[in-house]
Structures are given as structure tokens and as C-alpha cells.
């Protein structure tokens, strides 16, 4: 396995809402991983990225 590495990765919906604002966070393999946020924070988004069901506005995973 590898590590799952996000660069600077924002997602905005319908050129106005910015779910995501530049995040970046390298995922190392064998590690567990938690996400916690707020309502509204994004965690979905950035979940749905790292999967590949949704495409960065701009950055790379």
C-alpha cells in the first residue's frame, strides 16, 4: 500500500460555494485515520475526493 497525499486541494460548487479551501494532509499507510468537523466543514467532500466520486476544483490527491 501507499500513503494517500492531498495537495492543496479546493472543491467550489457552482462557482460560488467553496467547500473546500486549499487542504493539504498526507494519509500514511497502515494508520487509521479520523475526520471530525462541523456541519457544513466539508469532511464529505473531501471524503468523496479522496475516493474519486467527485474531481477537485483545483490541487491533486
Do not use: H, W, Y
Not at 494508520?31 to 464529505?44: I, Q, V
Request: charged residues 20%; contains cysteine.
Amino acid at each position: 500500500m501507499v500513503d494517500v497525499v492531498i495537495e492543496k486541494v479546493t472543491k467550489i460548487f457552482n462557482n460560488k460555494l467553496k467547500a473546500l479551501d486549499n487542504v493539504s494532509l498526507t494519509i500514511q499507510d497502515k494508520l487509521f485515520f479520523c475526520l471530525l468537523g462541523p456541519s457544513g466543514s466539508g469532511k464529505t467532500t473531501l471524503m468523496r475526493i479522496i475516493a474519486g466520486l467527485e474531481t477537485p476544483t483545483s490541487g491533486r490527491v
